[in-house]
């Protein structure tokens, strides 16, 4: 529910609208996913975006679509060659999630994406927000979610002294000013301005409830997981003992992320020799 102080007329709203627009009609960012409604395309911008940077999306996004330019494509591939394009982005679980995503929506909906956000949830890497963002790029449907940049709009301007701003107080005014014919264009307005606002001011989303600040990447699992993988995709077959030395790493630690890694498919296991499926 609205706060009776966060109540908005459509005086409000249309000031609100105004502002953001301008900001993107003087700044808006040329992005290639931008510049397409394909949705395989726009799925792809999305998961690569999940946690990672747009310069270095940006950087990676054209050739792994060139190398897989669609559902069936990316389906039938093999893992290691996904994974090898996907490497410098991080968080390669998302490349894993993806293939399987491709080969769900190849063989149950003959490679197209589901239009609900419900089905789109249920798909591998892909939650709520995500599933907003696919049916507002792709489909230009006023569905209304929250990610990092419109969260920071909004507790910039509707909480602009208030700490511990939870998503579900920002949820209805997303709702209220949703410009629901234009909602792809809003999106990237709203996205734009968002970005702009954590170099100006800061980052208000140091104020929501949900703020957590990124562990360190340096000596992390996820620095292991992510030095495992490229030499696997150097050296295709090795033993527990040949990574070990390759590494340098604990050996109950890295025993520990290779179990980890094993259980989620993104290496196999035979006899103690790991390979990329």
Do not use: C
């Amino acid at each position: 529910m609205i706060s009776t102080s966060k109540v908005l007329t459509e005086n409000k709203i249309k000031t609100f609208r105004d502002h953001v627009y301008r900001y993107y009609g003087l700044h808006g960012r040329d992005l290639p996913w931008r510049r397409t409604t394909n949705p395989y395309h726009i799925l792809v911008s999305e998961i690569m975006l999940q946690q990672t940077q747009v310069e270095r999306v940006f950087e990676k996004y054209g050739a792994f679509i060139d190398r897989f330019p669609d559902f069936p494509f990316l389906a039938a591939a093999g893992l290691k060659d996904v994974l090898s394009a996907w490497q410098g982005m991080g968080y390669n679980r998302r490349a894993l999630a993806l293939k399987r995503l491709a080969e769900i929506v190849t063989a149950r909906h003959n490679g197209d994406l589901p239009r609900t956000v419900e089905a789109l949830s249920e798909l591998p890497g892909i939650g709520k927000t995500t599933a907003g963002e696919i049916l507002a790029f792709a489909f230009d449907l006023p569905t209304a979610f929250i990610e990092t940049n419109i969260r920071r709009v909004f507790i910039h301007h509707f909480f602009p002294n208030e700490t511990t701003v939870k998503d579900q107080e920002i949820m209805p005014l997303v709702e209220a000013t949703l410009d629901r014919d234009n909602p792809r264009t809003w999106y990237y307005a709203l996205m734009d301005y968002g970005s702009m606002l954590k170099k100006v001011v800061g980052n208000p989303n140091q104020r929501s409830a949900h703020y957590k600040k990124q562990a360190p990447f340096e000596n992390s699992d996820r620095e292991i997981r992510g030095l495992i993988l490229r030499i696997l995709l150097k050296e295709s077959v090795l033993t527990t003992d040949q990574l070990l030395e390759r590494t340098g790493v604990d050996p109950d630690r890295i025993k520990r992320i290779l179990i980890g890694m094993t259980r989620e498919g993104l290496v196999r296991e035979d006899q103690e020799a790991y390979t990329i499926s």
